[in-house]
């Protein structure tokens, strides 16, 4: 059965630092994972996903991943963040053909102070 | 595009009470959408899948007659929530996966917050 751990609950940063959000996964199949954030009050967004392609993807507002399959791990990058990067990050795991049924990490906070 | 909408957004009801949450597909045909569960603080929690035109397949732990799901068209998919009581308070998401074109990705709504009182 695949599932994905995210090291952090909480994450805090100054604004223009590097974000690092951390995921590692376990899966019998070669997996898509995918990183979403949830903004206070608002839906779901994707911010990007790997689906066997390039191992180093890039996203939405300047985030990036890379799938590490000996590591296991699809860690979330940023090199510099903003105020408007604070929400809630959730790591995603999905087995096979993406957009079967997602599993849910349980989620990292990100804090971003000026 | 791909545009998924939920409504309401926000819904009080007292115990003992129905709730209905309907969860749409504004601009492309969704053969799948999926329900999840959002605790505060925790993750989401898959509820259901629900295929076009047949019966949804529920997690387990999941009670099928309680939360009752109608995907009665490709764009429209409804949770209801019979009986409500305060355990039930939650924030409820859907997600609907297209059926051509970006058919392997899964778009997500904005919620719906319920509040059994």
């Known amino acids: 059965a695949q599932s994905v751990t995210q090291l952090d609950s909480h994450v805090s940063v100054s604004e223009g630092t590097p974000v690092l959000l951390r995921c590692n996964y376990s899966s019998s199949y070669s997996p898509s994972l995918f990183w979403y954030v949830q903004h206070p009050n608002k839906g779901l967004q994707l911010l990007l996903k790997y689906t066997s392609a390039a191992t180093l993807v890039k996203g939405i507002n300047g985030f990036e991943a890379e799938f590490k399959k000996s590591e296991t791990s699809f860690h979330l990058t940023k090199p510099s963040a903003h105020m408007s990067d604070a929400a809630e990050y959730f790591c995603v795991v999905s087995e096979g053909q993406a957009g079967t049924a997602l599993i849910f990490g349980k989620g990292t906070t990100l804090s971003v102070s000026s | 595009g791909a545009v998924v909408s939920q409504h309401p957004s926000r819904v009080i009801c007292k115990s003992g009470t129905s709730v209905k949450i309907e969860c749409r597909s504004l601009d492309f045909q969704a053969t799948t959408m999926f329900w999840y569960r959002q605790f505060p603080k925790k993750s989401l929690m898959l509820m259901a899948t629900?295929?076009?035109?047949?019966?949804?397949?529920?997690e387990q732990g999941v009670e099928k007659d309680k939360f009752l799901i109608n995907h009665a068209s490709l764009t429209l998919s409804t949770l209801t929530v019979t009986s409500a009581h305060p355990e039930d308070s939650s924030f409820y998401i859907c997600?609907?996966?297209?059926?051509?074109?970006?058919?392997?990705?899964?778009?997500f709504g904005p919620g719906t917050r319920l509040t059994v009182l």
């Open positions: 629900s295929n076009e035109g047949s019966k949804a397949t529920y």
């Open positions: 997600s609907a996966r297209g059926s051509s074109g970006r058919k392997n990705e899964q778009f």
